[in-house]
């Protein structure tokens, strides 16, 4: 028999959203349970809110249920989507309510999870979704390092399969396009084409991903390869293909819509336009008188606060495309504008001595990363940057993109603050903070500003810490 826990872990209180990690854990849920081995009584579907709040120890309680239920020579199947985190030896799921800091108490611990989830003679595979960014972490300057999460659950051998959405040089996509993750969506995917009664193999499962995904990757901007760790022996299948459930009797006509689809469509036709001219520049104008009056408030280290004429997202700073491009796509949002990241790869040409010597090695390759922001001609001004002058020695420029990006209905304030100004790269611009709210249809303009206080709190208490480090520096040389 087999065993399935699904966990989903989206929104969180703390950290910024991983997209459509709820979607991706219901996709392996209607896979495993309609077109598997699976069946609905022996696999558990978490998808976890920040509202309700669900405790470590009621999580693994539930854990503790499903695989109470198996024997030996069970499969049991883990699947999470969210954010992983690793820390002094530990690795950790984040759960939408956890702590920074307090991971031991509010996160789920893998050796947990792990302790319940390995009775002896069961098959075990476990399936990470778990290397988004951890940009926007909103009450601790230090995000989950995902990166090391990865690492520890791939070399870690010990009577498992590991299946992980990426490696730990990378982050796990998701595309808006199609709704979902790209690895969980091609992990269906493979599934669902297989014949009846076919073994899914995982081997067989991750070099059929892997092409899929680094492609659909690549697509989008980014580079994410799928990667298998396994210390089992023999060909150990993570299901069984079942033939398809027709859901009509043979000879009905088939239904061209849904009636739930139709309902959801007719709602969404009742939802107000937000895309008025007018609209849409009082937002700005909203956002930045707030946000101008906020950093006069809260700035008390000198400098007089000025802020630019509002412009088109045609002239946002070169230096801040990479982190605002990153950050939207991130969330995966899907705007109005043009925010786009592409890739390409180029062969390194070496020339004399050293080409024969090289010759029998593979070609090396030079990557280069582009980041690329503009808007229709149609669209209003968008975008102010509000400035706060450093002196080029105990503090730096400061710069503050404030940006109106509109979506398809909604519209997302985003204030970006970057530093400027230190040596040795003193025209670098660095991120400092993204803040973010969306603004739905139907809000007052008014409602822009209340994003401005917790802007301006955390660029400034970011800058403080700049320059505190700044000063330590220079006073430690001067006693040198």
Known sequence: MRFAIIIGAENYTHFSPTPFAHA?????????????????????????????????????????????????????????????????????????????????????????????????????????????????????????????????????????????????????????????????????????????????????????????????????????????????????????????????????????????????????????????????????QCLIEASKQELEHQNHLGGVVSVSTPTSANNIPGGMHRDVVTFVQRLGLQPRHELVRWEEEEDVTVFGAAATLASPFPSRKRRYVEYHIWQPPDLPKSVAIIEIPGDSRCAPLVKVLLYALPLQLTTCLLVSSFREGWPPHERHLELLCHSYKILKPGISPEEAKTLAPFAAERTMEELRRCIASRVSQLEKELQE
């Open 24 to 284: 991706d854990s219901r996709l392996l849920y209607s896979t495993l349970t309609e077109r598997c081995d699976y069946a609905l009584q022996h696999t558990l579907l978490l998808n976890l809110a920040a509202e309700a709040d669900e405790q470590p120890s009621e999580i693994l309680a539930k854990i503790r249920q499903v695989v109470d239920n198996s024997s030996a020579g069970d499969t049991v199947l883990f699947y999470f989507a969210g954010h992983g985190h690793y820390s002094e030896g530990r690795a950790y799921l984040i759960l939408p309510g956890t702590i920074p800091g307090a991971y031991e108490t509010t996160a789920l611990d893998l050796e947990d999870i792990s302790r319940e989830l390995r009775p002896q003679q069961r098959a075990c595979f476990r399936i990470f979704d778990a290397c988004h960014s951890g940009l926007d972490v909103r009450d601790d300057a230090t995000g989950p390092d995902s990166k090391s999460f990865v690492r520890a659950v791939t070399h870690d051998a010990s009577g498992w399969v590991t299946l992980a959405a990426c490696r730990e040089d990378e982050y796990s996509v998701s595309d808006p396009s199609v709704g979902q993750g790209v690895f969980t969506y091609y992990f269906s995917e493979y599934i669902r084409g297989r014949k009846p009664d076919e073994p899914v193999l995982p081997e067989l499962l991750k070099v059929w991903i892997t092409e899929k995904v680094f492609e659909h990757a690549k697509r989008l901007g980014y580079r994410q390869t799928p990667t298998l760790n396994a210390s089992i022996s023999g060909n150990l299948s993570l299901a069984t293909r079942r033939a398809d459930i027709r859901q009509t009797e043979p000879n009905s006509p088939p239904t061209a819509v849904a009636p739930d689809l139709v309902a959801r469509i007719a709602e969404l036709r009742k939802v107000p336009d937000m895309f008025d001219k007018a609209h849409l520049e009082k937002v700005l």
